[in-house]
């Protein structure tokens, strides 16, 4: 951080000014030129992007991805032009809720359900298994879902 300008606790920095410092280091991480430097944020991307293309080739036009943490965050290249709506990042925590993030709207696990998207990206690496308990209504509710990195229900299913 200090390499941005940032000169550690005497200089104060909003929620916001973090996230934007947060979304740039991922956007340097997923563009890094050199194969050496590339973090585990270009795979992220690339799983993303498949699971999108999945479900674009089966018709699905309207995504929404579940977490809006850090993966969510370090994906934001392969939300950049999608070929698919996506109309929401469903997210747990109510105080993130009407906020943005990579200009889609954060809702709650019901909002997405009122929603009704076509689909769901499980996007976590670390929490893939708890979100996919999450979305058990969303399930019923006949909303394919997706895991990228493993589980009960692959990305191309």
Request: charged residues 20%; glycine residues 10%; negative net charge.
């Amino acid at each position: 951080m200090k390499w941005w300008g940032w000169d550690g606790p005497s200089t104060r920095w909003s929620d916001n000014a973090l996230e934007a410092f947060d979304l740039l280091t991922n956007l340097v991480d997923c563009w890094g030129g050199a194969e050496r430097y590339a973090s585990p944020a270009a795979g992220w991307c690339e799983a993303a992007r498949k699971a999108i293309a999945t479900f674009q080739s089966l018709g699905m036009k309207r995504i929404a991805l579940y977490g809006a943490g850090t993966h969510t965050r370090a994906i934001g290249e392969a939300l950049m032009d999608p070929g698919v709506e996506i109309v929401g990042i469903i997210d747990d925590d109510h105080r993130r809720h009407g906020q943005r993030l990579w200009g889609f709207p954060i809702i709650s696990p019901a909002a997405a359900l009122e929603l009704k998207p076509d689909a769901i990206i499980l996007s976590a690496n670390s929490f893939e298994d708890q979100l996919w308990e999450k979305t058990a209504a969303h399930r019923a509710a006949g909303i394919r879902v997706a895991r990228l990195y493993g589980g009960a229900e692959p990305a191309a299913a």
